[in-house]
């Protein structure tokens, strides 16, 4: 569980305390995990309640056509916004690592396109993350999940490192609303959402447990999200108080190139996503056929143009913008925030005699919809003014 939190998302913790504001940062992170713990075993109990199997199930039991419609495009959505995601972090962070092994790069020809965040987007893409995503059975890519707890250690250890190691011309300023409560709050609650959303995975994980009780699967997700909480604090602190205003969407842009430590990590998390991207590839593919075509035999060719169309699309939207912490935030506060915060307690509400509990949720629907709403607004009359600073390419 601690792995499937622990994802892309954890890069742009930095980011978010520069949108929240230290201090803001801080209890926003603290008091989501509460949340976050909170729905996750929330989805085990409607589970139970409802006598369905699976989070889908539920939705549906609970809301019918209208439930199975908001579930399916919460998960597809938030499935797609991870692959283009790990395709703006590919661009991000192969081409350094070529450009750090031959410094001459630019003056090779041919091989100066490996230099060239686009054409590496492409190949690399098309060239390792397509092959994979053609598997049907997911299982084949269980090595993935080891290869992304190992690049998550090393890349949390070298900001935390080198962070120390920055010189002082290097780093950012400091204004009040940074160290206490900045103007991006609601933006800053998308971005360390789409870092700790695990719902989907809810059931499964409860399922493996030796003994599955609700008992025993709360101190697994006590421990997790408690573990997880601890990762994105120390990578949030070590980024945002090395560069403050300076901090962006990944972090690791903000070291110099020629860092060997910095290009290690690089390395490990751009190879990291090109094995990860087949995994949410893989999600958004069953969740249109379960919709469209449920319980119909494989079809060799559905299998082909939605995985197709699925990579090719996610690769051309990973193009267009060097701007992780946007996307962060647009599918933090869309889809992350209904799988998190409105699906599960509206759920809750509806299976449930009214208690003190139904209340709570009551209110943590209504924090999903207001973040939901009002971060969409802001990020999306930021996209338009062309406000902040401008991303940077590398």
Same mark, same amino acid.
């Given at each position: 569980?601690?792995?499937?939190?622990?994802?892309?998302?954890?890069?742009?913790?930095?980011?978010?305390?520069?949108?929240?504001?230290?201090?803001?940062?801080?209890?926003?992170?603290?008091?989501?995990?509460?949340?976050?713990?909170?729905?996750?075993?929330?989805?085990?109990?409607?589970?139970?309640?409802?006598?369905?199997?699976?989070?889908?199930?539920?939705?549906?039991?609970?809301?019918?056509?209208?439930?199975?419609?908001?579930?399916?495009?919460?998960?597809?959505?938030?499935?797609?916004?991870?692959?283009?995601?790990?395709?703006?972090?590919?661009?991000?962070?192969?081409?350094?690592?070529?450009?750090?092994?031959?410094?001459?790069?630019?003056?090779?020809?041919?091989?100066?396109?490996?230099?060239?965040?686009?054409?590496?987007?492409?190949?690399?893409?098309?060239?390792?993350?397509?092959?994979?995503?053609?598997?049907?059975?997911?299982?084949?890519?269980?090595?993935?999940?080891?290869?992304?707890?190992?690049?998550?250690?090393?890349?949390?250890?070298?900001?935390?490192?080198?962070?120390?190691? !920055? @010189?002082?011309? #290097? %780093?950012?300023?400091?204004? *009040?609303?940074?160290? =206490?409560?900045?103007?991006? /709050?609601?933006?800053? +609650?998308?971005?360390?959402?789409?870092?700790?959303?695990?719902?989907?995975?809810?059931?499964?994980?409860?399922?493996?447990?030796? !003994? @599955?009780?609700? #008992? %025993?699967?709360?101190?697994? *997700?006590?421990?997790? =999200?408690?573990?997880?909480? /601890?990762?994105?604090? +120390?990578?949030?602190?070590?980024?945002?108080?090395?560069?403050?205003?300076?901090?962006?969407?990944?972090?690791?842009?903000?070291?110099?190139?020629?860092?060997?430590?910095?290009?290690?990590?690089?390395?490990?998390?751009?190879?990291?996503?090109?094995?990860?991207?087949?995994?949410?590839?893989?999600?958004?593919?069953?969740?249109?056929?379960?919709?469209?075509?449920?319980?119909?035999?494989?079809?060799?060719?559905?299998?082909?143009?939605?995985?197709?169309?699925?990579?090719?699309?996610?690769?051309?939207?990973?193009?267009?913008?060097?701007?992780?912490?946007?996307?962060?935030?647009?599918?933090?506060?869309?889809?992350?925030?209904?799988?998190?915060?409105?699906?599960?307690?509206?759920?809750?509400?509806?299976?449930?005699?009214?208690?003190?509990?139904?209340?709570?949720?009551?209110?943590?629907?209504?924090?999903?919809?207001?973040?939901?709403?009002?971060?969409?607004?802001?990020?999306?009359?930021?996209?338009?003014?062309?406000?902040?600073?401008?991303?940077?390419?590398?």
């Amino acid at each position: 569980m601690a792995n499937s939190i622990i994802g892309a998302g954890i890069i742009g913790q930095p980011y978010a305390f520069r949108d929240a504001g230290l201090v803001a940062g801080i209890a926003l992170l603290v008091g989501l995990t509460v949340v976050i713990d909170w729905t996750i075993r929330l989805i085990v109990i409607n589970s139970k309640l409802s006598g369905a199997s699976s989070f889908q199930g539920t939705v549906e039991h609970c809301f019918g056509k209208t439930g199975l419609v908001a579930i399916s495009v919460a998960q597809w959505a938030f499935a797609f916004g991870g692959m283009v995601a790990f395709g703006v972090i590919v661009g991000d962070s192969i081409p350094p690592v070529f450009r750090a092994i031959w410094p001459n790069l630019h003056e090779i020809p041919v091989l100066n396109l490996l230099g060239d965040r686009r054409f590496v987007i492409v190949i690399f893409i098309l060239g390792i993350s397509y092959p994979l995503t053609l598997y049907r059975d997911i299982a084949k890519l269980a090595k993935a999940s080891t290869l992304a707890l190992i690049s998550m250690a090393i890349i949390v250890g070298t900001v935390v490192i080198q962070g120390a190691l !920055t @010189p002082l011309a #290097d %780093r950012g300023s400091f204004t *009040t609303p940074l160290l =206490t409560v900045n103007d991006g /709050i609601f933006q800053a +609650v998308g971005v360390i959402s789409f870092a700790f959303v695990c719902q989907h995975n809810s059931l499964l994980i409860y399922g493996s447990l030796k !003994t @599955p009780t609700i #008992d %025993r699967f709360a101190t697994v *997700t006590h421990y997790s =999200t408690g573990v997880s909480m /601890i990762a994105c604090l +120390v990578m949030a602190l070590a980024g945002f108080l090395t560069f403050g205003d300076k901090t962006m969407g990944n972090v690791l842009n903000n070291f110099p190139a020629d860092n060997t430590m910095v290009t290690i990590a690089r390395l490990c998390f751009g190879l990291n996503m090109l094995t990860t991207l087949p995994l949410e590839a893989f999600v958004c593919r069953e969740v249109m056929l379960n919709y469209w075509f449920p319980g119909e035999p494989f079809n060799m060719n559905l299998h082909l143009i939605y995985s197709s169309a699925l990579v090719v699309s996610a690769m051309i939207l990973s193009l267009f913008t060097c701007d992780l912490g946007i996307v962060f935030e647009l599918v933090g506060a869309t889809s992350a925030a209904a799988l998190a915060y409105i699906l599960p307690p509206l759920c809750y509400i509806k299976l449930s005699s009214r208690s003190w509990r139904t209340y709570v949720a009551m209110g943590i629907v209504a924090f999903g919809c207001a973040i939901m709403f009002i971060s969409v607004l802001q990020t999306g009359a930021r996209v338009i003014k062309g406000g902040g600073e401008p991303a940077k390419c590398v």
